[in-house]
C-alpha cells in the first residue's frame, strides 16, 4: 500500500486527526511502514493514546480502504494527499493542516494565479449582495480566482460574480464533496464544476455532517487563499472567525467599509480600525500584490451602459438608483419628480435589460 492509501486509510477508515497522524509520521521513518508492523508493534509505539493505536490495528486492512474507493469512484470524488505533488504550498504551511482533501474539478485551481477569499454575512443587505458580486466580477476579470464556502448570502453571491468573469472560483465545503451543503446551492455548485472550477472538503464521502465542521474549514478558506476579504459582517459574524484564521496564517485581511448605522457593517468596521485594508474597489486589493488593474474589464459595464442609447428619464432613474445603492420606487418617483406610471414602466423594461435587480417590495438596485 502506497502513502496516499495510507493517509486515505487513517483519515476515511480509522478516522485519525490530522494531529495523530502528524504524530504517527513522528514515530515511523516512513508512514507507510505501518503495515508492516506487528499489531504488538503497533500498540507500543509513543506519542499516540492507546484509543487510536486500537483504531489502526483494526482498520489497516484492505478491505475497509476498498470499500472507500470504491465509493469514491462511484461518487466521481478525487482526493489529493499532503505529500501530492498538486497540494498547494500554502496550504500545506498553516497549523493543522488537512491531511487529505477531497474534491470534484480541476483541483489545479488551487496552484493557478492570486485567489482571494471572499466570506460575509449569510443574511447580507441589498448594500452587501451588490458589492460581493461587482468585487468578485471584477477581481474574475482581473485573473483573480475566488475562494468561499458556498453559504447562503456573501458566499454565495461571491461564487456568482466570479461566475460571471473570467476566472474560477474554488468552493471549500463543512460536508462531504458529494453531499453539497446547504442544500439550496446544490445548483451553484454544479454551475461552478461545469465553469471549471473546484469544489473540495477534508471531510469524505458519507461523512456525519457536524456545525463544528464548518467553522474547521474557515482555515482551508483562508489557507488556500492569497488574502481574505470580508464584505459585510455582524458584530458577532462567523465571517470573523475566517479572518482569525486569515491572520494567524500571515494572509492580508481587507474589508469593506459599510453604513455606521447599519449592524450588518459593524464587523467590518471594526476590523478597519483594528487594521484591515479598507476595500472600496479591486484597486485596493490588486495593489497589494503588484497587479495593474485591467481598465477595460473594471469599466466594461459603464462602457456597456453607454452603449444602450438609454432616454433621459432612464438615466436619471438610474444615477438615483446607483446613488443610494438601493430605493423603493416610490422613493424613486420622489427623488426624480417623475410620475409612477412613468417609472414603473422605465424600471420593468431595465429588468428586462438585466440593468436593475428587484428585491422586496419593488425596492431595486443595480445589476452591477
Known sequence: MDKRDTYLMLKSVAKLSNKAIDDLNDSLQNLEDLYDLSDDEILNLEKLNLNIKKIIVKYRGRTYLDEVKESLYRKSVKFLCCEDELYPQKLKNICDNPKVIFYK??????NTGLNIAMVGSRKPTYYGVNTAKKIARDLSNSGVGIVSGLAIGIDAFSHIGCLEGASKTI???GSGVDDILPRQNAKLAERIL???GLIISEFGVDSKVFPSNFSMRNRIISGVSDGVLVVEAAGKSGALITVECALDQGRNVFAVPGNITSNM???????IKDGAKLCEDIDDILEEYGIKVQTDAHNSKNADLESLNLSDEEK????TIDIRGSMHIDDICDKTNIDIKTVNTVLNKLLLMDIVIEWKNKTYSLNK
Do not use: H, K, P, Y
Open 105 to 110: 474539478g480541476n483541483i489545479e485551481n488551487l
Open 171 to 173: 468552493a471549500v465545503l
Open 194 to 196: 461545469d465553469d471549471g
Open 265 to 271: 457593517s459593524r464587523g467590518c468596521n471594526r476590523m
Open 316 to 319: 436619471i432613474i438610474l444615477s
